[in-house]
């Protein structure tokens, strides 16, 4: 019986990792095991189960209805059993090791995150962190797949699967370079005179160019892309050069650049940064800990 355990431990680790991977090679590569093997593991707990539990295409495999039931029960164990030394150390007061998986955009690791981390790792410093850098939506598809323990970041779409807690929350900014006309209007200043200049905007999947199309829609009020460029730092050098205006998020600002910055809090809404995690999820000490620093209360609720 206890060899049967065992192995069922086994099959149900595999299969957790093959949902998450949706690759068996990649499965096989972070259990350091064979190909073959893990297929063989994948069809035991199928026969075992008496269930189709992934559907196959080519290398890529995705869980069934039946598959996805079966791991939203198994992945807490799984991730429980796995991070036990954690969990059993911070039980003891001890929290010396382990990692931390936090998926983060370039703006928010740039410019929100650096002192909540600084003051995580002064408290563990043996605590490894590791910043996976996301873009658009691929946050939320390592956040659903358990690639990283946590998410921070805007939200603008909330799904089900999902909780967020924001924790601060900027303005938006019109940025223009000096000797721009839109730089003496300060403001005075509205969509209708914003919309004739070219726009300099992150690319199309991510949050703000989302937020500056549904804004300017809503308002019925034409305007054009100039540029599409990633990353604020990027947008403000090319503004200070005057190859168009911007509208950005004021944590974005440090107030040593060459440009004019105009307050648009009357047709945009603030932006907001949070933690973002999925609902049910499993969470090691050290991500624990990492949450509490923003919110205290927040295990304290029903996620």
Not at 14 to 43: G, M, R, Y
Not at 57 to 76: C, H, K, M
Request: include cysteine; charged fraction near 20%; hydrophobic fraction near 40%.
């Amino acid at each position: 019986m206890h060899y049967y355990k065992q192995t069922r431990y086994k099959l149900l680790r595999t299969f957790c990792v093959v949902a998450q991977k949706e690759n068996i090679t990649h499965a096989a590569d972070q259990l350091h095991i064979s190909q073959p093997t893990v297929s063989l593991q994948v069809q035991a707990l199928e026969r075992e189960m008496g269930e189709k539990l992934l559907e196959r295409r080519g290398p890529s495999v995705r869980l069934t209805p039946e598959g996805r039931i079966l791991y939203q029960l198994v992945q807490p164990i799984a991730a429980g059993i796995d991070s036990l030394k954690e969990t059993f150390a911070a039980s003891l007061g001890k929290m010396e090791q382990g990692e931390l998986n936090i998926a983060v955009g370039q703006s928010t690791a740039l410019y929100v995150l650096p002192k909540y981390l600084e003051r995580f790792c002064a408290a563990y410093p043996g605590i490894r962190i590791n910043l996976h850098n996301v873009e658009g939506q691929s946050g939320m598809k390592k956040l659903l797949e358990d690639q990283v323990d946590l998410a921070v970041g805007p939200l603008l779409h909330i799904p089900d699967t999902i909780v967020y807690k924001p924790f601060v929350s900027f303005g938006s900014i019109l940025i223009t370079p000096e000797n721009h006309p839109l730089a003496e209007l300060k403001s005075k200043i509205t969509l209708e005179d914003i919309g004739p200049y070219g726009l300099i905007l992150p690319p199309r999947n991510m949050s703000t160019w989302r937020m500056v199309d549904t804004v300017f829609r809503q308002h019925e009020v034409p305007y054009s892309v100039a540029m599409e460029a990633g990353g604020w730092e990027i947008v403000k050098r090319y503004v200070e050069m005057g190859l168009g205006i911007s509208i950005v998020t004021e944590v974005c600002l440090t107030g040593h650049e060459k440009i004019v910055a105009i307050p648009l809090c009357d047709y945009f809404p603030a932006r907001s940064y949070g933690l973002i995690v999925r609902r049910g999820k499993f969470f090691t000490p050290q991500a624990k800990r990492f949450i509490e620093m923003f919110d205290e209360k927040f295990f304290m609720e029903d996620l």
